[in-house]
């Protein structure tokens, strides 16, 4: 569900593509070449005290980087900034329908700047895909407490019963992410930087399995995780960096009230946000932290 895989298979299908042969560049094994992504979310400068502040309406929420033109420069015999370009047209060109827009930054770097609703549709895929693989037996280890990541866990709990009770609540694949001119509802720096750590996790998950994970009969045990301090220090300091984010668009970023009277759909966006938060938390505290992800405390 990452959306670091989804890009990284639409850069492979494009430059498997016969438009290869037509830019005269030596054939090479893409099973054998990792196509390296990193997401620089929402890069905007910022500082302390503009964290509610609204955000251009056309910049991309999410931003990957794609250094892939530095490692086939050599195998076509070419610069870096040549090599990009050519990955660029193969791009362009592509059958796929993209979910990115590319751009070629200096040294021969490949800026994908994720479209609005490609990304919108992702979100609305994504919140049943958390919510349901959150629902299996789980095996729960009480030893260690995680106040902050189960703290935000159930405040978001408690505003999602709040919309519920209100009826602000949608169906969570109906989310209005945008409005009626393809613009983002959640426009402020808050929101944006808790939405790029959200998706930076859900990349991990893609790459990480759980200690419930039995794919390739590899499955952890919660003991394995008791055992390895550094994998309990990675998804606590993952949750802990979305907790506090959270806080801050909490405190920001309003929902109920003068909101919700004026303004209905960003009320329901925000509330989406919420959602997504509390899926991730309660994905990590229980399948990677073996611990409670309590509605309330």
């Not at 054998?32 to 990193?38: A, F, G, K, S």
């Not at 989406?272 to 938390?281: R, S």
Request: proline share 5%; glycine share 4%.
């Amino acid at each position: 569900m990452g959306l670091k895989k989804i890009l990284q298979a639409q850069i492979a299908g494009a430059i498997e593509t016969p438009e290869l042969k037509n830019l005269n560049l030596k054939n090479f094994d893409l099973k054998e070449l990792e196509i390296p992504l990193r997401n620089y979310g929402f890069t905007q400068p910022r500082t302390k005290d503009d964290r509610g502040v609204k955000v251009p309406a056309n910049y991309p929420c999410i931003n990957y980087q794609c250094t892939l033109a530095l490692q086939l420069a050599s195998t076509w015999g070419m610069s870096h900034l040549k090599a990009a370009e050519n990955i660029l047209e193969l791009l362009t060109y592509s059958s796929q329908p993209l979910i990115f827009q590319p751009q070629i930054l200096p040294k021969g770097i490949i800026n994908l700047a994720i479209l609005d609703r490609s990304l919108a549709d992702w979100l609305n895929q994504l919140i049943p895909w958390l919510l349901v693989s959150s629902t299996k037996q789980l095996a729960i280890n009480q030893e260690i407490n995680y106040f902050l990541l189960q703290s935000t866990h159930a405040r978001c709990c408690s505003l999602i019963r709040l919309a519920k009770k209100e009826g602000l609540f949608l169906s969570s694949t109906k989310t209005p992410w945008l409005d009626a001119q393809g613009k983002w509802y959640l426009d402020s720096q808050s929101a944006r930087k808790l939405l790029n750590q959200i998706v930076n996790v859900v990349d991990e998950f893609d790459t990480n399995p759980s200690f419930l994970s039995t794919e390739n009969q590899q499955e952890i045990s919660i003991s394995t995780y008791k055992a390895n301090p550094q994998l309990r220090h990675k998804w606590q300091k993952l949750g802990t960096e979305i907790s506090l984010s959270w806080q801050e668009f909490d405190r920001f970023d309003r929902i109920f009230g003068e909101v919700c009277r004026n303004n209905l759909p960003l009320a329901q966006a925000r509330l989406g946000l919420v959602t997504l938060t509390q899926a991730v938390l309660q994905k990590i505290l229980e399948e990677y932290l073996g611990s409670i992800a309590p509605t309330e405390l």
